[in-house]
């Protein structure tokens, strides 16, 4: 059984609307893997990660199945397996300090006061956000809100994390040490991850990616796969990875470029080779 | 200190100030109040720096009451003004009445982070609990409220960057252009807090958050030895009080 | 003197009694005009503050700006400013933000009203901008709130562009767009430097943008102008990039991989164009 199973899961904004925003989507994850969800703005990604997040009200219950668990019937068993890091890092940013915050999810779940000291001060120490433990959110960057956001969700044990376009409004610093430090923290915990992006960089992390588009699916596959297909990634809103665009470049100069390269390292080292051999 | 204590102790503080009737009660007062700002570690400079401007509005007050009371023998005369000696003696009082006041509220505030000012309002009133009345909400809306203020201000002060670099004069103008303005800041700053609001709500919800299921709390004031000591000291003052009271 | 922007040992203090927490340090620069400048440095380091100082919407704590013949210094009248507003047009980060009535004309509309235009005028103004940034003509009397943030963000600059600026700066113009959004934004931007002669002033974190478009970048660090030159030299420079905490274009990057592994070259290049040719002359040779 898959972790997370979405079966024709259909949505409406409004009653009245005539296109669905979700269009008869179905899919598996499996436990370790990450997604990537891409698409144009507006294809209904964040809309869908909502739906797997249990966030928005849905006609058929089973259309979103967490470990075989529907929210209707197991809401608060699956909302402790699943957390969320959201787009806007002031949004999400709930107490007045950042401890306060990260506690605020063990509060929830009426955690004992010393075990909650000791899982904050992990969570945080994780992140490398613990010497920042009474600072104030005013006083943060954006990609340090991001990580105490993202403590706040470790220290709630979870066995998937969603990401909700969490590093589009960091910098491009920001961006990267957030990426690594979610794939350190996925390996940690063996986690399985769900990432809404238009970053193509943050799709190399992934292992699959599935396409969204006027809320339909319209593919799902290997992310080495998609990242190969320059047209497909443009036509949705990605950027092309840098060594296809150069690769590109080369062909239309009449350079062969062996198919077998698929990385900007394999490049590099053939240009390199081919042009000390000359 | 713990900050029920504290909010206590700053109210009952009020409470025997309105006792204080004669020259030796409020010396008594100011010997409290000092010794409550020594202890509370508050460095002087900025504890004036926090009450420097009310206590100007204080003193105008009491410059008015001090003019245009009648009572008593006239020391001064000049046309419509008289002073008084009463006049100037309540003047005093007056004065001392609203800056012991002052001077309390601005230790507790001073002293204890607004989390635990929230923390306290919401432990002092949780009887109200029985009354379905929702007291940990209430206080949870406080503290968001309270964090919201900077991030807020900030979005203000770049609106109106925004709107003035558009041209948008907010003190020149016919009262159609100068209405258009305003409008061009509070509906845009009503738009970001309204996607504040829908955002933080999911946030919250994604992390377990339900009003009425008991929460734990991450913060645990203990009353310690220094919350008696505070508590004896005050009810010490307050019986003096009522002793000298004439 | 008419012709550039210039500052003359600016400091800038939010507080302005508290000196140690300086948002901008003795700031000496002169950005011609019908440049296209960048100005990077990560954040915090007072990109945006510098910027605010060119149209007066932030005055300098001590030192002189100069936009062309116009003086602004810490006792220049607000009157005065009010002049440079529609001379100096400036585009927010997340402009959309900005956007408050209810249709996407009349929103436009706002700026050169503002400074005084009459009616025809402003109408005439505000359809040309709109035109400008290829905003579709069916959607003018929509509410700016149902649009997508791409379109919401091209209203907001052509609100901007309405008022005839000479200068334009932008402040981060592409973020939290999507790729499509991205590009599209970045040719209008080129397209009116190249078209309609403006002095363009860019704050960017993009540094594939800063070798794609600008021909003067600024480096600011910690409230600092650390240096001012051009897009080439400063990436030909890997220490400067590396301690201001820049990162080298994906090109530039790639340069520097092929020449640390002996593939020698003169001219470092700044394009995909360019690092094309550079391997074709190797691989030719």
Known sequence: MSLISVSHLI??????????????????????????????????????????????????????????????????????????????????FIASTVEDDVAFGLENRNIDFNKMKTIVEQSLKLVGMYEYRDSKPENLSGGQKQRVALAGIISLKPRIILLDEATSMLDPNGKISMLNLIRKIKQKFHLTIISVTHDVNEVEYSNQTLILKHGKIINKAPSKRILLDANLLWKNGLDIPFYRKLIYQLKQKKIHVPSSIVSEKELLKWVIQSSLMT | ????????????????????????????????????????????????????????????TVIIQILFSVNGNVIFNYGPIKITNLGIKYGIFIFFRFTLIVIASTILTLSTKPLAIAYGIEKIMSPLNKLHFPVEVLSLMISIALRFVPTLIDEISSIIKAQKARGANFNNGNLIKRANAIASIFIPLFLVAMNHASDLGDAMVSRGYKSNVKRSQYHHYHINHIDWISCFTYLLFGVLIVFIRK | MGDSIVFNDVNFSYHSN???????????????????????????????????????????????????????????????????????GIVFQFPEHQLFEDTVLKDVCFGPKNI????????????????VVDFPKRLYDQSPFNLSGGQMRRVAIAGVLAMNPKILILDEPTAGLDQIGKRSIMNLIYNLYCKRNLTIIMVTHQMSDVSDYADHVIV????KMVKMTTPRLLFENYNLVLHNNLRMPEVVNFAYHLKQNGVSFSKIPLNIKELTTLIVNKLHR
């Open chain 1, 11 to 92: 949505y409406k904004y409004n009653h009245q609307d005539t296109q669905n925003a979700l269009d008869n989507i179905t899919f598996n994850v499996d436990e370790g893997e990450w997604l990537s969800i891409i698409g144009p703005n507006g294809s209904g990604k964040s809309t869908l990660v909502k739906a797997i997040d249990g966030l928005i009200h849905i006609n058929n219950e089973n259309s979103v199945l967490i470990n075989g668990q529907s929210y209707n019937k197991n809401a608060n068993q699956i909302r402790s397996q699943i957390g969320m890091v959201f787009q806007n890092p002031d949004n999400q």
């Open chain 2, 1 to 60: 200190m713990n900050p029920i204590m504290k909010i206590i102790l700053t109210f009952y503080f009020t409470l025997i100030v309105f006792l204080a009737n004669n020259w030796i009660s409020y010396a008594i007062l100011w010997l409290l109040a000092i010794i409550s700002i020594y202890f509370s570690g508050i460095n002087i400079k900025t504890f004036f720096n926090g009450i420097k401007a009310i206590l100007f509005i204080i003193l105008i």
């Open chain 3, 18 to 88: 508290d000196l140690s927490h300086q948002a901008l340090k003795d700031i000496n620069l002169k950005i011609p005009y019908h440049s296209f400048t960048a100005i990077v440095g990560k954040t915090g380091s007072g990109k945006s503050t510098l910027v605010q100082q060119i149209n007066g919407l932030l005055k300098p704590t001590s030192g002189t700006v100069m936009v062309g013949n116009s003086i602004i210094s810490n006792k220049t009248p607000d009157k005065k400013l009010f002049k440079l507003r529609k001379k100096v």
């Open chain 3, 116 to 131: 005084g235009y009459n009616d025809n005028d402003v109408m005439t103004l505000a359809e040309k901008s709109l035109q």
């Open chain 3, 220 to 223: 600011m660090n910690n409230g």
